[in-house]
């Protein structure tokens, strides 16, 4: 009988299942990596754009000018449903500008802020999505 009641929830559970997904797109290779480890590091799986359950897009724009001292790069993160099209989450706006100290690479300095402070508490609040698998 312990046998038959453990069979029924364990197949229960494999019938409707919980997961999610991710996708990160962006155009600096680095910041995706690290986009992506966090999501990784959060414990939610990372799969093509196709599959995936949302996709997190790194948004940046600006562009870089030598004898200005206001920061010319603007980024931020949004997290879209990949079957509605609407947006789960979005971040507020980062500003940053490329300097030695960030490898000149003001993308990846601004997305490594967002990624700390906006995503572990982004991802956690995207809706479930139910799963049938076999």
């Known amino acids: ?3 038959l ?6 197949s229960g559970s494999f019938v409707s299942s919980k997961a999610q997904t991710f996708f990160v797109s962006g155009s600096d290779k680095y910041s995706v990596n690290k986009v992506t ?12 754009s196709a599959a995936a359950d949302y996709i997190v897009n790194l948004l940046i724009d600006g562009k870089y000018n030598a004898m200005s001292l206001k920061r010319g790069f603007k980024g931020y993160i949004t997290i879209t449903d990949r079957i509605t099209g609407s947006d789960v989450a979005k971040s507020d706006i980062q500003k940053g500008n490329p300097t030695l100290y ?4 003001a993308s990846y300095a601004i997305f490594s802020k967002l990624e700390k402070k906006f995503l572990p508490d982004a991802l956690k609040n995207c809706p479930k999505k139910e799963v049938a698998t076999k």
Request: charged share 30%; glycine share 8%; net charge positive.
């Open 1 to 3: 009988m312990k046998f």
């Open 102 to 105: 960030n490898g000149y690479n």
């Open 5 to 10: 009641l453990l069979l029924i929830l364990i």
């Open 37 to 48: 480890e966090k999501v990784r590091f959060e414990g939610y799986k990372i799969v093509d």
